[in-house]
């Protein structure tokens, strides 16, 4: 090649890696901006706590943020402890050539290849028709109870959803725990499960809350699997049973947007709606990078 | 008449110790006595297997897969192998200090205490006691005792190494293994670990593996050479440096090869 041509491949290659990168962030900053402009105007104290009136063109969201909330809180209750254990199996207890292990894993590789709606068609044909009637049928119940869309279904479906996220992050986390420390547990006559409580689990603690706060805002965000168990179109109550149906931020922002009867009195609403999920979803992973950083920093001040 | 014994009583013995890693021999048929109260130094060449032999004494090789062992290892005249003897227990009585400071991300008050809470001590008294008598014996205390709840972490690798030994002593084990204990300190700080394993004997027993041909020279009693894996030879410190029997002996004491 000619010192010319390999001096224009080079910038050709430069400046096309540069434009790339700077279309992502370009692509942010306009939604962020447009987000900020169409909303936050309209994000006021009332709105942030009122229920949606006159036919949703007026109003708040609190029940949807109400509702956004309790279905995490269920659903980060559902999914840490089996991700955790299903994490420490993998990694403390399955053998190195385990064939389970294998398995476990190339399911939750593919767990979450698995697209979102899918999810909510499990939710409903596991967790509601299976599930939620062999309850009902077992307690007795004469008329639906459990066999509806509710909330804990929905949070359920989104701890399936999320579980991938838990499992991959603690196992992570766990193999992070550096190997001198297990042994000198066990060299001081620790059992295996003494060193797992007293030393893994506090070295892994960090890493397993950023999957924690990784698996909420994934969680958070989602519609698709709520759909079909749990999320309600226009509900002012707020749920107050775990079979209660609950309105969404998520599920909220898509009726406004495609189900209104006019478009024009609903547009502000919809900015200020989808202002608020991307605040609390921004807010959600800025925890998670704020963990990481603190873990680190304290790996970084053990190495010398 | 009061009992002249010559020479003191084995503490631990390996008799013909053979251990694999996989189809790898690491030490073929090592028979080696550890006498009570005296420092027993390993030397030899990396790979010469007498890290593995230290670690076979106290079972650590245990939690590497795949090794397996023949021959026996006995301590107090029992095999350490002996189904009536839990390998927690073992640890007990054979505590470990490794050749990379290695202190628990907690305060330095737990980290000695570490080993006593796993063995169900609670009494909180009896905890500061023992853990003020386990730093005194490490020659740490003055250096720590305004601070015990300050991170370990925060010590120098000197005094990281000196409350690593601190916690081994706290569980008041019988036996003391040391991995090359001081490879990663400074000459001073080396020099303090030296002291201590001099004060430490007449407590316990110690073997200690270590590199550097001085350093043996300066703290055991005996000196066992190993070689590729197999025991050259045993003996007094000082015939061991001074009039070996074997020739790989007297070429690798000398520094001609290794």
Redesign the interface.
């Given at each position: 090649m000619k010192h010319t041509t390999r001096k224009a491949v080079g910038l050709a290659l430069t400046s096309l890696t540069g434009l790339a990168a700077f279309v992502i962030v370009a692509v942010i900053a306009i939604i962020l901006l447009d987000v900020v402009r169409g909303g936050a105007a309209n994000v006021s104290w009332a709105f942030l706590t009122q229920p949606p009136t006159d036919g949703m063109m007026g109003g708040g969201i609190f029940p949807a943020i109400f509702g956004t909330a309790a279905l995490t809180l269920l659903m980060t209750l559902a999914v840490m402890p089996v991700g955790v254990l299903t994490a420490l199996y993998l990694h403390e207890y399955a053998?190195?050539d385990s064939r389970m292990a294998r398995w476990v894993r190339v399911a939750v590789a593919n767990l979450a290849g698995v697209p979102s709606v899918v999810f909510g068609l499990f939710g409903l044909g596991f967790f509601i028709l299976f599930v939620g009637k062999g309850l009902d049928r077992a307690l007795g119940y004469e008329e639906m109870h459990w066999a509806q869309p509710g909330i804990l279904w929905a949070a359920l479906t989104l701890a399936v959803l999320t579980l991938p996220v838990v499992i991959v992050s603690t196992e992570e986390a766990l193999r992070a725990v550096?190997l001198?420390?297990r042994?000198?547990?066990?060299?001081?006559?620790?059992?295996q499960s003494?060193t797992l409580v007293?030393?893994v689990l506090?070295?892994a603690l960090p890493g397993i809350l950023t999957g924690a706060v990784l698996a909420i805002s994934r969680g958070a965000g989602e519609v698709a699997p709520i759909l079909f168990t749990g999320a309600a179109y226009f509900l002012p109550d707020l749920p107050t049973h775990l079979n209660s149906q609950f309105m969404h931020l998520g599920y909220h922002t898509y009726v406004l947007a495609t189900q209104s009867p006019d478009v024009e009195a609903t547009r502000p609403l919809l900015y200020a709606t989808v202002l608020v999920l991307l605040m609390l979803t921004f807010a959600l992973n800025l925890v998670a990078v704020i963990i990481r950083s603190r873990t680190r920093r304290?790996a970084a001040?053990?190495g010398? | 008449m009061p009992l002249q014994s010559p020479s003191p009583r084995n503490k631990m013995e390996a008799r013909e110790l053979t251990l694999r890693y996989g189809s790898k021999v690491a030490i073929r048929t090592i028979s080696l006595a550890i006498p009570e109260h005296q420092v027993t130094a390993l030397i030899g060449p990396s790979g010469c297997g007498k890290s593995t032999f230290l670690r076979s004494l106290?079972r650590?090789n245990d939690?590497i897969?795949g090794t397996h062992h023949t021959g026996t290892i006995l301590l107090d005249g029992t095999s350490i192998h002996d189904r009536a003897l839990d390998v927690?227990?073992l640890?007990?009585r054979v505590?470990?200090v490794?050749q990379?400071s290695?202190?628990?991300?907690k305060s330095i008050f737990e980290n000695v205490a570490?080993?006593l809470?796993?063995?169900g001590l609670k009494d909180k008294a009896a905890l500061s006691a023992r853990v003020e008598k386990s730093l005194r014996g490490a020659a740490l205390w003055d250096e720590v005792k305004d601070r015990l709840d300050e991170s370990a972490?925060g010590l120098s690798?000197g005094q990281q190494q000196r409350l690593?030994i601190a916690?081994?002593m706290a569980?008041e084990p019988e036996v003391l293994l040391m991995d090359e204990p001081a490879s990663a300190l400074d000459p001073i700080a080396t020099a303090k670990i030296e002291e201590l394993i001099h004060e430490l004997k007449s407590t316990y027993t110690i073997a200690i593996v270590t590199h550097n041909m001085q350093q043996a020279a300066r703290v055991s009693d005996r000196t066992a050479f190993f070689y590729m894996g197999e025991l050259v030879e045993c003996g007094p410190t000082e015939q061991i440096f001074t009039n070996p029997r074997e020739k790989r002996t007297e070429d690798y004491v000398t520094g001609k090869f290794g």
């Open positions: 053998p190195p550096p001198d420390h042994t000198a547990s066990l060299a001081l006559g620790a059992t003494q007293r030393v506090p070295g304290k001040s053990a010398h | 106290n650590m939690l897969p927690v227990d640890r007990r505590g470990m490794f990379k290695n202190p628990f991300p570490y080993g809470r796993v063995g972490l690798g690593c916690r081994a569980v």
